[in-house]
DNA sequence: ATACATATAATGTTGAAACATGTATTTGTT
DNA sequence: AACAAATACATGTTTCAACATTATATGTAT
């Protein structure tokens, strides 16, 4: 189905506005579908953010400021997150030697373990996205790169 | 600056993988600037998608189910979100007379002139898309969609 | 006509997000 | 050395989202 049908709305007023409603549509639609692959792991799209960071860290420790930098979503709380993920065992958190105002964090064998267990669904789920080509989908990164930069520097 | 530095992150282990995480980030960056408009109305953009949906429809009134279908988060509890914009007098609702079980809703004439002042701040915003050309807009829209599709049928 | 399933919306509850504030530590300046 | 400013994280509070449940109305089959 188009965005036309998907939300039953006939027109746009342009080409930028139908493409800002399709991408948001689009995003929550992909979140909503993989949240139900992290539900059965019980975390959640969040969680599973960190834990991805933290093992691209592995086995070396990152601080928490740059686990928000690297998070897909700029405005969450991750030290709440933390506390999260803590609680479960996933990880593990223990003040930086040089500089203790900073936390230094690292993912568990669990939580490696859980990622281990996890990656096949996402990544099945990730490789069924037939309907376009790998071109197409990086046509699809490099126009939203586009679209991001023109709008940094106002 | 491309997806990679924005999240920092190097490598991707396909071209769909790096296109999701592009597409939730660049959706999330579009929200957080329009919260930054919306903010000043004192409207959440959750609010400002159903008073669209409602002005689309004047003077006729809609049911709420009919609203949450055409809503961009489609897990949208449309009842509460009702309930606010009911409080700032944005709304009315009343019982359907056809069906009772249904509730119609309307903007109202403060509703329609607050988008009235709200819209030229959001077009201002749409336009300024200036990274992208138009035809690129669309294309985006169509590789969506398409990408949708292929996942609908599963 | 009755029983049962379905549709529609509201509500209750729990947990998370949003936003501001607080606290400790470090860095920079004079 | 003393102080101000910046940084890093945690916490408090209020609002909102997520999910299940309830209440009522409608449709359908017997």
Request: proline share 4%; net charge neutral; hydrophobic share 35%.
């Amino acid at each position: 189905m188009s965005i036309e049908t998907d939300i039953k709305q006939k027109k746009f007023r342009s080409p930028y506005q139908r493409m800002g409603l399709n991408l948001v549509y689009t995003s929550n639609w992909i979140q909503y579908q993989q949240m139900e692959i992290f539900r059965e792991f019980d975390i959640t799209s969040q969680q599973y953010n960190v834990l991805r960071i933290l093992r691209g860290q592995h086995p070396n420790p990152i601080k928490v400021s740059d686990i928000a930098d690297r998070m897909l979503d700029k405005n969450s709380n991750t030290s709440r997150l933390i506390d999260k993920l803590l609680l479960k065992k996933l990880v593990d958190r223990k003040s930086c030697p040089n500089d203790r105002r900073a936390v230094d964090v690292i993912i568990t064998e669990e939580g490696l373990a859980l990622l281990k267990d996890l990656d096949p669904e996402v990544e099945k789920w990730e490789d069924n996205m037939v309907g376009i080509t790998p071109e197409e989908a990086d046509l699809i990164s490099s126009l939203l790169d586009k679209l991001r930069n023109s709008k940094n520097n106002n």
